[in-house]
């Protein structure tokens, strides 16, 4: 154990668990335990469950010998007050089956003006429930998360499968204690008849944003990485090896949706664009110099607007296509130093909501990914101590990964993932700032 460690362990925070990561052969668990608080299982749960490669396993006494590695629990069939009795025991006689690394998902629906007070009542308690759930279960690098149904998401299996393929998979091992709501369901189409889709990924020349274009290349996009000229090198060498194109642009400039729209021509439209380009300047607003505000706010916010804007007013963005554009959890919980970083990345959570009606017509998502503590350069210029807590404080113990945020953005730009818009997912292990 480092002197770090060490220091750290005395301090309450123990060495972690490591978290499995995806590859190609970890992909789902063999076995997926499927259980209900009522005596009924929702068909749609189970009809999505037949699209996947897993064995579905019904029946608490069939776990006697058996560990678990993922656990459904159907919570979509509210009774009455005996429910939350049945929630109590269901997942509680599973946790001692459970194996390290395990993922547990629990699916319910969303609250609504059309569900009476109990049952809207009983779906906010599952949110407390799962999170401290996955604050108990992350000591085994476990996560528990949730998958809302909204109401007009009628056939939801066809909108389900993809988000419990990706909660149950190592896909998401550094996301837990998270909600996601399936929309109304009728915004699929069919795939694009290009035989490659474009991805734009900005300031991809290191840290997220290269895992990101990196994780689409191994999905099949063509990738065009855009960073601005000091990065020049690093950007040229990793869109060479991804066989892609490097763009040298600065996002807050005037000219740069003008010259996006230039290239989507080029390519016959976007099919996912990732704003992913973002600086801090941490300073006191009573020491914050006005450059150092409107930077941040022009890079992080309304360059993402701005360019937006452009694409989609010629219609630079495919039917079908995604906008996926990176939020922070300092945006949610604010963090002193940073009153321009936490509002340029509250800002982009507001934006996604907001966007999502009107790109619904056009059959394109809106999404953001708020990253907590990730491993990259922008993290290790924190001081020493902020960044060895930053890293600890989560119910994983540890910090995330570039590619624990390229696989969320992987998921969200997914032809699949058409009932999910105008969401923020955080992807921060349930970083006990803001949560
Ligand atoms: P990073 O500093 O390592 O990389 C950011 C990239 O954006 C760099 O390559 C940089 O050159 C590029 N860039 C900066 N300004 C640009 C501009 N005007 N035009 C084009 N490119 C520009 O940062 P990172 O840690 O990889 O973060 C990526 C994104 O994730 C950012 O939006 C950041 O705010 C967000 N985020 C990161 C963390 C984390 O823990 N690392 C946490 C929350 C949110």
Same mark, same amino acid.
């Given at each position: 154990?480092?002197?770090?460690?060490?220091?750290?362990?005395?301090?309450?925070?123990?060495?972690?668990?490591?978290?499995?990561?995806?590859?190609?052969?970890?992909?789902?668990?063999?076995?997926?335990?499927?259980?209900? =608080?009522?005596?009924?299982?929702?068909?749609?749960? #189970?009809?999505?469950?037949?699209?996947?490669? !897993? *064995? %579905? /396993?019904?029946? @608490?006494?069939?776990?006697?010998?058996?560990?678990?590695?993922?656990?459904?629990?159907?919570?979509?069939?509210?009774?009455?007050?005996?429910?939350?009795?049945?929630?109590?025991?269901?997942?509680?006689?599973?946790?001692?089956?459970?194996?390290?690394?395990?993922?547990?998902?629990?699916?319910?629906?969303?609250?609504?003006?059309?569900?009476?007070?109990?049952?809207?009542?009983?779906?906010?308690?599952? =949110?407390?429930?799962?999170?401290?759930?996955?604050? #108990?279960?992350?000591?085994?690098?476990?996560? !528990? *998360? %949730? /998958?809302?149904? @909204?109401?007009?998401?009628?056939?939801?299996?066809?909108?389900?499968?993809?988000?419990?393929?990706?909660?149950?998979?190592?896909?998401?091992?550094?996301?837990?204690?998270?909600?996601?709501?399936?929309?109304?369901?009728?915004?699929?189409?069919?795939?694009?008849?290009?035989?490659?889709?474009?991805?734009?990924?900005?300031?991809?020349?290191?840290?997220?944003?290269?895992?990101?274009?990196?994780?689409?290349?191994?999905?099949?996009?063509?990738?065009?990485?855009?960073?601005?000229?000091?990065?020049?090198?690093?950007?040229?060498?990793?869109?060479?090896?991804?066989?892609?194109?490097?763009?040298?642009?600065?996002?807050?400039?005037?000219?740069?949706?003008?010259?996006?729209?230039?290239?989507?021509?080029?390519?016959?439209?976007?099919?996912?664009?990732?704003?992913?380009?973002?600086?801090?300047?941490?300073?006191?607003?009573?020491?914050?110099?006005?450059?150092?505000?409107?930077?941040?706010?022009?890079?992080?916010?309304?360059?993402?607007?701005?360019?937006?804007?452009?694409?989609?007013?010629?219609?630079?963005?495919?039917?079908?296509?995604?906008?996926?554009?990176?939020?922070?959890?300092?945006?949610?919980?604010?963090?002193?130093?940073?009153?321009?970083?936490?509002?340029?990345?509250?800002?982009?959570?507001?934006?996604?909501?907001?966007?999502?009606?009107?790109?619904?017509?056009?059959?394109?998502?809106?999404?953001?990914?708020?990253?907590?503590?990730?491993?990259?350069?922008?993290?290790?210029?924190?001081?020493?101590?902020?960044?060895?807590?930053?890293?600890?404080?989560?119910?994983?113990?540890?910090?995330?990964?570039?590619?624990?945020?390229?696989?969320?953005?992987?998921?969200?730009?997914?032809?699949?993932?058409?009932?999910?818009?105008?969401?923020?997912?955080?992807?921060?292990?349930?970083?006990?700032?803001?949560?």
């Amino acid at each position: 154990m480092s002197l770090t460690n060490k220091f750290f362990s005395l301090l309450g925070f123990p060495e972690p668990i490591s978290l499995k990561r995806f590859n190609s052969k970890n992909s789902l668990p063999e076995n997926v335990v499927l259980l209900s =608080i009522s005596k009924q299982i929702n068909s749609n749960i #189970e009809q999505a469950l037949l699209q996947l490669p !897993t *064995n %579905i /396993i019904k029946s @608490a006494s069939d776990l006697t010998e058996k560990s678990i590695a993922a656990l459904i629990i159907d919570a979509t069939n509210y009774i009455d007050e005996s429910s939350y009795q049945q929630l109590y025991l269901t997942v509680k006689n599973t946790l001692r089956h459970l194996d390290s690394n395990a993922k547990i998902l629990i699916i319910a629906h969303a609250q609504s003006p059309n569900k009476n007070v109990d049952e809207n009542t009983f779906s906010q308690s599952l =949110i407390g429930f799962s999170k401290s759930l996955a604050k #108990e279960v992350g000591r085994k690098a476990s996560t !528990t *998360n %949730i /998958i809302f149904i @909204a109401d007009e998401a009628h056939d939801s299996h066809l909108a389900l499968s993809n988000p419990i393929n990706f909660f149950l998979s190592s896909k998401s091992s550094f996301i837990s204690g998270q909600t996601l709501t399936i929309n109304a369901v009728n915004n699929l189409i069919n795939p694009p008849s290009k035989t490659k889709k474009i991805a734009v990924v900005t300031g991809a020349g290191q840290g997220i944003g290269s895992a990101i274009a990196s994780r689409l290349f191994d999905e099949g996009y063509f990738v065009i990485g855009i960073d601005i000229e000091p990065m020049k090198i690093q950007l040229t060498n990793v869109m060479k090896t991804l066989q892609g194109e490097s763009v040298i642009l600065d996002v807050s400039a005037n000219d740069a949706g003008s010259k996006l729209v230039t290239l989507a021509k080029q390519h016959g439209g976007f099919d996912l664009i990732v704003h992913n380009a973002g600086i801090t300047r941490d300073k006191t607003l009573a020491k914050m110099p006005e450059n150092l505000w409107q930077q941040t706010l022009n890079i992080n916010l309304l360059s993402v607007m701005r360019i937006n804007k452009a694409l989609l007013m010629e219609q630079s963005i495919n039917q079908g296509g995604r906008i996926i554009c990176l939020s922070s959890m300092n945006g949610i919980a604010g963090q002193g130093g940073q009153t321009n970083y936490a509002c340029s990345k509250a800002a982009i959570i507001g934006y996604v909501k907001s966007m999502n009606t009107k790109l619904a017509r056009e059959k394109i998502t809106i999404n953001a990914i708020a990253p907590g503590f990730i491993e990259t350069q922008m993290t290790k210029k924190m001081p020493f101590f902020t960044r060895e807590m930053g890293r600890r404080m989560n119910a994983l113990g540890q910090g995330g990964l570039p590619i624990d945020v390229a696989e969320a953005v992987t998921f969200l730009g997914d032809e699949l993932s058409f009932a999910i818009s105008g969401q923020t997912l955080r992807v921060c292990g349930l970083n006990i700032i803001g949560t």
